[in-house]
């Protein structure tokens, strides 16, 4: 039997990061240029129950038997003997590849997740929904994160456009236009898990001036939604840079984003902002295609220690 794969890709958030976690609304989309990859393949030569796990960009190579519990490589695997109701699971290997950054705003943690769930479903020959996909890597998910909003295991696993509010049902973005987006990594890193316990950590010391902070990028994520469906969002550049402004005040940008975010705008960019839940991480600068890739050269001789350019475009 050949190996078995499962993939998915990375996700920017356009709109409404750290807000959706207190119920308001956000944008995400998928950026299928990178990618996470997991392949399953039979080993017979094992006892039943033994699974081989290599991971070289987080350095594992080991039987799943020795990951803690806690690992979410084993919870996958203990969250898919529950649902799938398995005595234990057959032989196998299973490597993991992904060329989405780590801890860079990019929905890595997610997408391994839903990569390593497709692979193993498909390996068993279990049919299986995004929303399937969804919802378990939403357990998933809490580990990396703490308290999610369940914004990225949703964008990944459906890869589409969606505009999100938690625990409602997203709503699928219709592209009115083409968008090009450069995203340019300022090569800090930081965990999403400690940024948002930051941003609570504030909000219940100042709960009136973030909730006021949140309303505001509620709007703002309106306002983006219906400028990415109309066929000119003329105005949605000058969205992605209040936005920035907010989530400065709310306290998740850092000296190399802003530096980034200004070099992208003095540079030919509608509109930039960081991406994700900063403290580092990745910034987006929404540009015309012709110009993404010297936008892209300017931010790197600027700091940004990779780029990537994507376009989103309506594809049904
Ligand atoms: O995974 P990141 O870094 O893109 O962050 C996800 C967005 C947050 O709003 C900061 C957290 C969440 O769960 O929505």
């Keep these: 039997m050949p190996a078995v794969i499962g993939t998915a890709p990375g996700k920017i958030i ?41 991971a070289p960009n987080i350095q594992i190579d080991c039987n799943l038997s020795e990951l803690s519990e806690e690992h979410p490589i084993s919870k996958v695997f203990s969250l898919t003997k529950e649902y799938l109701n398995l ?3 057959p032989a196998m290997s299973l490597q993991i590849r992904s060329s989405i950054p780590i801890a860079a ?9 839903i990569a390593i769930l497709k692979a193993l479903f498909t390996f068993l020959g279990k049919p299986f929904s995004p929303e399937e996909m969804s919802c378990l890597s939403f357990e998933i998910e809490k580990i990396y994160h703490g308290n999610p909003s369940g914004i990225d295991n949703t964008v990944i696993a459906h890869n589409r456009p969606i505009f999100y509010k938690r625990n409602e049902p997203f709503q699928l973005l219709r592209v009115g236009s083409p968008l090009t987006f450069v995203i340019a990594d300022c090569g800090v890193k930081s965990t999403t898990r400690d940024m948002v316990e930051y941003v609570r950590h504030h909000w219940s010391e100042s709960p ?7 309303d505001q990028m509620d709007w703002l994520a309106a306002q983006a939604k219906n400028a990415i469906e109309s066929e000119k969002p003329d105005n949605l550049g000058n969205l992605l840079i209040q936005n920035h402004q907010l989530l400065q005040q709310i306290g998740v940008s850092c000296p190399e984003l ?36 010297l936008l892209a050269q300017t931010l790197q001789h600027s700091g940004a220690v990779s780029t990537i350019i994507t376009t989103i475009q309506q594809n049904d």
């Design 105 to 113: 705003g990019m929905g890595s943690g997610a997408a391994v997740s």
């Design 87 to 89: 005595n234990h699971f």
């Design 14 to 54: 356009l709109a409404g990061e750290h807000a959706v976690v207190y119920g308001r609304h956000a944008i995400a989309v998928p950026v299928s240029k990178v990618q996470a990859k997991a392949s399953v393949y039979p080993r017979p030569d094992l006892k039943p129950g033994v699974i081989r796990i290599t």
């Design 208 to 214: 009136s001036k973030y909730e006021a902070l949140f």
């Design 258 to 293: 802003d530096h980034l975010v200004n070099t992208a705008l003095q540079h030919g960019a509608e509109g930039a902002k960081l991406c994700g839940a900063g403290g580092g991480g990745n910034i987006i600068a929404l540009v015309n295609q012709s110009a993404a890739q």
